[in-house]
């Protein structure tokens, strides 16, 4: 499956022809194996049909019953999410936050263990990804600290902690992180995806993975995905408010925005701040649209976006129900 090109603000993919990155493994045959093997997109023959008519997510009179559980969570690997391992009076090592964060997010540990420390800035080709897709984490040492990083893409993006690099790649990808000190490093894979499917997508890796990671979290709480996605592309110098592309004929879906190239992503659901996605240069963010109904609650939300590199970008956006 080629790229598909792009869509117009807003609109969603058409029925004949979907948007870029539909049913990636629908070209492998890999159709109905169920949550734990189908970690990117569902396919059509799985759920019998038109996805727009889905059931609804939420019911009156709460627009958003279940929605701040489900998609207010959702935000960039490398911010290494709260709510992670503590130890009362000892300071947790980066390695078991990220190991900890990833984890919740689908990855899995490649089979080689974190490396010796290694000089930053570091570069390398991806180790440890054979056939595969996944993130390269380093952990920085004691007194060590990471200036940002470069994926396949080129951009650099400045890191949302200073201990931690997540950076997306497949197989044959350069890693790039700038830094300074010593850091260890591991691969981390998300299981059943490789190169061959994202080529397929037309997306970037790190915006399959970021999907990827978002569903493995919503399927675990009931969410249901589409295997459609709406791109919307953002002119240079025009990131600013952005509200989910399309809402239901009736009750409410979910959202999920994902961008490589925009950050510092802050969500608001009916006049309250939700979430900051406080990473450089890209984010991951949960919506919700619902159809015009008085008796639900006031349902608008929306996604402000920094253009933090001037360049303008794309969000990437796939519902859920």
Do not use: K, N
């Not at 990155?21 to 038109?50: H, N, Q």
Request: proline letters at 8%.
């Amino acid at each position: 499956m080629g790229y598909a090109p792009p869509m117009a603000r807003g609109e969603p993919a058409p029925r004949g022809a979907r948007g870029p990155g539909l049913a990636i493994w629908a070209s492998f045959g890999v159709v109905c194996l169920g949550a734990l093997l189908l970690v990117v997109w569902t396919t059509r023959a799985c759920d019998g049909g038109s996805w727009w008519g889905a059931p609804t997510v939420v019911t009156a009179p709460e627009a958003f019953a279940g929605a701040d559980a489900a998609l207010v969570p959702l935000g960039s690997r490398g911010c290494l999410e709260q709510g992670g391992p503590t130890v009362t009076g000892a300071v947790v090592a980066t390695t078991v936050r990220i190991e900890d964060a990833l984890g919740r997010r689908g990855y899995v540990p490649a089979a080689d263990a974190w490396s010796a420390p290694v000089a930053l800035p570091y570069r390398a080709e991806a180790p440890g990804v054979e056939g595969s897709c996944g993130v390269i984490a380093l952990a920085a040492e004691a007194g060590a600290w990471v200036s940002g990083y470069r994926a396949a893409d080129g951009r650099h993006r400045a890191p949302c902690l200073t201990e931690a690099a997540l950076v997306p790649v497949c197989e044959g990808d350069t890693v790039s992180v700038d830094g300074t000190g010593t850091a260890r490093v591991r691969a981390f894979l998300m299981p059943g995806l490789g190169p061959e499917a994202v080529a397929a997508s037309g997306m970037p890796a790190g915006v399959v993975l970021a999907h990827a990671e978002a569903e493995a979290h919503l399927r675990a709480m009931g969410w249901e995905p589409a295997d459609e996605v709406v791109r919307v592309d953002v002119r240079a110098g025009s990131a600013g408010s952005h509200r989910p592309p399309a809402a239901p004929a009736s009750g409410c879906i979910g959202w999920v925005a994902v961008s490589e190239d925009l950050g510092q992503g802050t969500t608001w659901w009916a006049h309250r701040q939700v979430s900051y996605d406080r990473a450089t240069g890209e984010l991951t963010a949960g919506l919700v649209a619902c159809a015009p109904d008085p008796s639900l609650a006031a349902s608008e939300t929306r996604l402000d976006v920094v253009d933090s590199a001037g360049a303008g970008g794309s969000l990437w956006y796939r519902p859920y129900a």
